[in-house]
């Protein structure tokens, strides 16, 4: 399964989707109580779509709305649907993306099959949990159907693995709290109790290095802007074409911004306390960012253009 064959896909069906999704309310209302859906959470609703849970969450009084889709088009519309101050929709790989912040509650609702690596998913969601938050995967019809449904969608989606396949890799990282599946509706949900065992990243980082080339894995304490997250990301150091070049050249760009800016904060408190000399040296190391960045685009520029 290719991403861009699985966005492509999707950016066709954009204009329509609002009217090919029909709501079983009494379906979604058991799947956002098994998600713990209720007021004052903060939400992330992953593969988003145009929005079509963001009115049931709202119902219920939550907090925040944070929603990720990798197609721009579905996103457009969300966010056109959607522009208020408590919702903030992104356009971006649900499995890499860095959200900087935690959750109450994560949803990812008719889309698994579309995600090549289902582990790789739960295993990165999970991390963006407060303790406590729930993990949902669900569908408002059978397993039987989905599969029907996607039959013929051939290499922009998976078979929807049994309900226990799937309480089994939650249970890799989560206890899980709910599994259901009937003629209705599909789900399995999963509560962060504690932290994930460190052998459980020692495994991940493992299959990476086995299935896609040598990953190095970490998590810091990242501050950008006046907040403090919990920063997880991927140094890949083999890579086997052009397009995962581009993509790990895009991360490290928004990443080097970032800390560039940061840099230069700190350079501006260091003259203000009078601490001339260091705040020099970290004026010349925000130059040597913008140098470098400026470098990298230019490698970026000619990547792109030697995909099209």
Same mark, same amino acid.
């Given at each position: 399964?290719? !991403?861009?064959? /699985?966005?492509?896909?999707?950016?066709?069906?954009? &204009?329509?989707?609002?009217?090919?999704?029909?709501?079983?309310?009494?379906?979604? #209302?058991?799947?956002?109580?098994?998600?713990?859906?209720?007021?004052?959470?903060?939400?992330?609703?992953?593969?988003? #779509?145009? #929005?079509?849970?963001?009115?049931?969450?709202?119902?219920?009084?939550?907090?925040?709305?944070?929603?990720?889709?990798?197609?721009?088009?579905?996103?457009?519309?969300?966010?056109?649907?959607? &522009?208020?101050? +408590? /919702?903030?929709?992104?356009?971006?790989?649900?499995?890499?993306?860095? =959200?900087?912040?935690?959750?109450?509650?994560?949803?990812?609702? +008719?889309?698994? &099959?579309?995600?090549?690596?289902?582990?790789?998913?739960?295993?990165?969601?999970?991390?963006?949990?407060?303790?406590?938050?729930?993990?949902? /995967?669900?569908?408002?019809?059978?397993?039987?159907?989905? +599969?029907?449904?996607?039959? +013929?969608?051939?290499?922009?989606?998976?078979?929807?693995?049994?309900?226990?396949?799937?309480?089994?890799?939650? #249970?890799? =990282?989560?206890?899980?709290?709910?599994?259901?599946?009937?003629?209705?509706? =599909? !789900?399995?949900?999963?509560?962060?109790?504690?932290?994930? &065992?460190?052998?459980?990243?020692?495994?991940?980082?493992?299959?990476?290095?086995?299935?896609?080339?040598?990953?190095?894995?970490?998590?810091?304490?990242?501050?950008?802007?006046? =907040?403090?997250?919990?920063?997880?990301?991927?140094?890949?150091?083999?890579?086997?074409?052009?397009?995962?070049?581009?993509?790990?050249?895009?991360?490290?760009?928004?990443?080097?911004?970032?800390?560039?800016?940061?840099?230069?904060?700190?350079?501006?408190?260091?003259?203000?306390?009078?601490?001339? !000399?260091?705040?020099?040296?970290?004026?010349?190391?925000?130059?040597?960012?913008?140098?470098?960045?400026?470098?990298?685009? *230019?490698?970026?520029?000619?990547?792109?253009? *030697?995909?099209?």
């Amino acid at each position: 399964m290719k !991403q861009n064959d /699985v966005i492509a896909f999707f950016s066709r069906l954009a &204009p329509q989707w609002d009217e090919m999704n029909r709501k079983n309310s009494t379906v979604i #209302g058991r799947i956002l109580d098994d998600a713990g859906v209720g007021a004052g959470k903060d939400i992330l609703d992953v593969a988003c #779509g145009t #929005g079509v849970l963001f009115s049931d969450y709202l119902a219920r009084g939550v907090a925040s709305i944070t929603a990720i889709d990798i197609t721009p088009g579905m996103v457009e519309i969300a966010r056109k649907k959607y &522009p208020g101050e +408590n /919702v903030r929709i992104i356009c971006g790989d649900a499995e890499k993306a860095d =959200y900087g912040r935690k959750f109450d509650c994560i949803v990812i609702y +008719n889309a698994l &099959p579309h995600f090549p690596d289902p582990e790789g998913l739960i295993f990165h969601l999970a991390h963006a949990l407060k303790p406590g938050g729930i993990l949902t /995967v669900a569908h408002g019809m059978s397993r039987e159907a989905i +599969n029907s449904l996607h039959a +013929n969608t051939g290499k922009v989606s998976l078979d929807l693995m049994s309900v226990e396949e799937l309480a089994e890799l939650f #249970g890799r =990282y989560l206890t899980v709290t709910a599994s259901v599946s009937d003629d209705r509706m =599909y !789900q399995v949900s999963g509560r962060l109790d504690e932290e994930i &065992p460190a052998f459980r990243d020692s495994e991940m980082k493992e299959r990476k290095t086995s299935d896609e080339g040598e990953y190095i894995m970490h998590e810091h304490e990242h501050s950008h802007h006046g =907040y403090t997250h919990e920063h997880t990301h991927e140094h890949i150091t083999a890579f086997e074409s052009t397009e995962q070049a581009v993509k790990i050249l895009g991360y490290m760009l928004d990443h080097n911004k970032s800390h560039a800016e940061e840099l230069h904060e700190i350079c501006h408190k260091l003259e203000l306390s009078g601490k001339a !000399q260091a705040a020099e040296y970290l004026d010349k190391a925000v130059d040597a960012f913008r140098d470098g960045n400026t470098l990298m685009e *230019e490698a970026l520029r000619l990547l792109k253009n *030697e995909e099209e």
